[in-house]
C-alpha cells in the first residue's frame, strides 16, 4: 500500500479519506496540523512523512470569502500549491491537485471538456487556475481533478442547510438558471483513489453523472427527505446577489477519466443515499 498524505483533513473531502485509507501508511493533515502556505512547514512534513503520494484537498473554498480575501486566497489556493508540489518534487512523490468547474466562465451550452479554454470570472476560480499552473510547472507527475458543486456529511452545506430552512419555513426560492453537477464528496474521494491507481498522469473532471440546476437539486432533495408540506420556487440568479460571480454553467464532462474506467454515479442515486444515512439516519 502506498504511503500517502493529505492535506486539508480537517475539510469536506479531505476528511473522507480517512475510512478509505489504511492508517498505518496514511498522514492525515488538517489545518490546525499543516497549514499549507507555510513553505517550511510544508516542506518539513513531506519530508518527515516521505509519501509516495499527496492528495491535497487543501483550500479556501468560499467563493465569496475569496473576494474579499484575494490576498488569504492566493496565500492558499496558489502558494499552498506550490508549497506542496515543490516538496512532493523534493521527496519523488505523486501529486493530486483537487480544482473546480470555477476555473470556467460558464458561458459554453454544453459540458466542460478537459481541453476546453479557461476563463474564471471570480477570485477563487483565478487562484485555484493559478494553482493548477504551478503544479504543472513544478511537478511533472500530478493529476488535476477538477470537480463541482460537493457536498458530504462532514460539513454544512447545500443538502444540510436546506433541510434547516425546511425546518422553520414553508416557502423557499432556488436559482434556477444555473446548470450544477451535485457530487458526493465520497463517490468523489473513492474515484479520486481509482485514478491514481491507473498512474496516467494529467487534468480529469470528476463529477456525478448528469445535471441538474439549483432549484432542481432543492427538489430532489426535498423528494428523498420526505418533505410534502414546503413550497420552492425557481428564481433567476440575477435575484440571488452575492459578492463573486458565478458561472451560469459549471457542468463538466468526466471524458478523461471515462477512458480509464472511472466513472462516478448518477447524482440523484448519490443523494438519495446521503439523505438516507445521514439526514434520516436509515440503517
Request: charged letters at 20%; a negative charge.
Amino acid at each position: 500500500m502506498k504511503r500517502i498524505l493529505v492535506t486539508g483533513a480537517g475539510g469536506q473531502l479531505g476528511g473522507e479519506f480517512v475510512t478509505l485509507l489504511p492508517g498505518a501508511t496514511t498522514l492525515m493533515l488538517a489545518r490546525d496540523g499543516l497549514d499549507v502556505s507555510d513553505a517550511g512547514a510544508v516542506a518539513a512534513a513531506v519530508s518527515s512523512f516521505a509519501p509516495e503520494l499527496v492528495i491535497h484537498t487543501a483550500a479556501m473554498t468560499n467563493v465569496d470569502a475569496c473576494e474579499s480575501d484575494r490576498e488569504g486566497a492566493r496565500a492558499i489556493n496558489v502558494a499552498g500549491a506550490e508549497n506542496v508540489a515543490r516538496a512532493c518534487r523534493e521527496v519523488g512523490a505523486a501529486m493530486v491537485y483537487v480544482s473546480t468547474n470555477y476555473v470556467f466562465d460558464g458561458e459554453k451550452i454544453a459540458p466542460y471538456n478537459e481541453g476546453d479554454g479557461t476563463n474564471p470570472i471570480n477570485v477563487y476560480g483565478v487562484t485555484k487556475l493559478e494553482g493548477e499552473e504551478a503544479v504543472g510547472r513544478l511537478l511533472e507527475r500530478h493529476y488535476v481533478v477538477r470537480t463541482s458543486t460537493l457536498y458530504g456529511p462532514r460539513r454544512r452545506n447545500f443538502v444540510t442547510a436546506l433541510v434547516e430552512a425546511a425546518r422553520d419555513r414553508t416557502h423557499l426560492s432556488y436559482v434556477d438558471d444555473q446548470r450544477v453537477t451535485p457530487t458526493s464528496t465520497a463517490d468523489l474521494a473513492a474515484a479520486i483513489l481509482e485514478l491514481v491507481e491507473a498512474e496516467s498522469f494529467g487534468t480529469y473532471h470528476l463529477v456525478s453523472q448528469g445535471e441538474t440546476t439549483w432549484y432542481g437539486w432543492a427538489w430532489a432533495a426535498l423528494e428523498a427527505l420526505g418533505v410534502g408540506d414546503v413550497e420552492i420556487s425557481p428564481i433567476p440568479a440575477s435575484r440571488f446577489e452575492r459578492p463573486a460571480a458565478v458561472p451560469a454553467n459549471g457542468v463538466m464532462a468526466n471524458n478523461a477519466a471515462r477512458a480509464l474506467g472511472v466513472q462516478l454515479r448518477g447524482w440523484r442515486e448519490a443523494l438519495e443515499e446521503f439523505v438516507s444515512i445521514n439526514v434520516r439516519g436509515d440503517s
